[in-house]
């Protein structure tokens, strides 16, 4: 019997490197595209170079999008976000840092280590795989199928397995798969999730702080104005960047807060109809053959015993 847990195999090592000098290309492009606005517009209100650095954002990843299917090449989210980090730790320490205090000092770079450490625990960090021998029966069904069935309710697999189509595996407690930590979120590793998704927002903030200590001044000596000048807005564009990122990543937290209030999965909650136990059928009235079907979370205990069941998921 053959075993449905393919995750995706590992790209050779030339092909790996390759992806993440693209990774590291891209970063350098999107911040180039943040610096625009200071470049041009550093005299606007903040509000307003916040939704031109959105709008540049969108431009880029379009053009990304477009570059890659017409040159066929592919980057790597995980390591896109370790160059994201790493540049903005290298504008930290090369301007921002002389004015930040010592206690911000120490705290900012204590976060930067600990959350490159946790993204590396991310990427080895195991979901929740379940091994499934599926039988001769499946496997016909299968081999006439394109798509692996995300939706296999079988008595082997267990409570709440799903499947993921980007690994080809089954995840038990499977939220979604996260391309930017480049692995599954599910019943072992979403505590993981939010610590680090949270270290994320943590970060984040406390380098808005120490920007907001900083005037952006070049020491005196040979600095000149248009040093001075490129300093502020580059640290600016950065400052733009984060703001963005804290933005979304705010709402995607109160997104998952709420998931693990009422003991719900992204991934139940968007494709609720395929799985039978969220379905509740309300037979019409008058006699009518038809029915209703509505939904109904059989996993929500109550907020309390909701929070303590994610608490106590890594065991």
């Given at each position: 019997m053959v075993e449905l847990l393919d995750r995706k195999k590992s790209a050779n090592w030339p092909e790996l490197i390759g992806r993440c000098v693209v990774s590291f290309i891209l970063v350098l492009l999107?911040?180039?595209?943040?610096f625009l606005v200071p470049q041009f517009f550093f005299d606007l209100p903040v509000f307003i170079q916040?939704?031109?650095?959105?709008?540049?954002?969108?431009a880029v990843v379009g053009v990304v999008?477009?570059?890659?299917?017409?040159l066929r090449v592919r980057a790597s989210a995980p390591a896109f976000v370790f160059c994201s980090v790493l540049f903005v730790w290298?504008?930290?320490?090369?301007?921002?840092?002389?004015?930040?205090?010592?206690?911000?000092?120490?705290?900012?770079?204590?976060?930067?280590?600990?959350?490159?450490?946790?993204?590396?625990r991310m990427l080895s960090s195991d979901p929740g795989l379940v091994s499934y021998s599926p039988s001769p029966s499946d496997l016909i069904?299968?081999?006439?199928?394109?798509?692996i069935d995300t939706y296999h309710q079988d008595t082997e697999l267990g409570d709440r397995v799903r499947c993921c189509q980007i690994c080809?595996?089954?995840v038990k407690g499977f939220d979604h798969h996260c391309p930017a930590f480049g692995n599954c979120i599910g019943h072992k590793n979403y505590l993981l999730f939010m610590v680090l998704l949270i270290g994320f927002l943590w970060t984040e903030a406390t380098y808005l702080v120490c920007l907001s200590q900083s005037q952006f001044v070049v020491p005196d000596g040979d600095g000149t104005r248009l040093e001075i000048s490129l300093s502020r807005k580059v640290a600016s564009s950065t400052m733009l960047f984060s703001i963005l990122q804290l933005v979304w990543q705010v709402l995607f937290l109160l997104w998952h807060m709420y998931c693990i209030c009422f003991n719900i999965r992204t991934d139940e909650w968007i494709h609720w109809k395929r799985y039978p136990e969220f379905q509740i059928f309300i037979q019409s009235s008058h006699g009518e053959k038809s029915s209703e079907v509505r939904f109904k979370n059989p996993y929500d205990k109550g907020v309390l015993q909701n929070l303590k069941e994610f608490m106590a998921s890594k065991r």
């Open positions: 999107t911040q180039c595209s943040q916040l939704l031109l650095s959105a709008l540049l954002l969108l999008g477009w570059c890659r299917r017409l290298v504008v930290y320490i090369a301007i921002v840092r002389q004015a930040a205090t010592h206690l911000m000092d120490l705290l900012f770079n204590g976060q930067i280590i600990l959350l490159i450490f946790g993204l590396c069904a299968q081999s006439s199928s394109s798509e080809k595996a089954y």
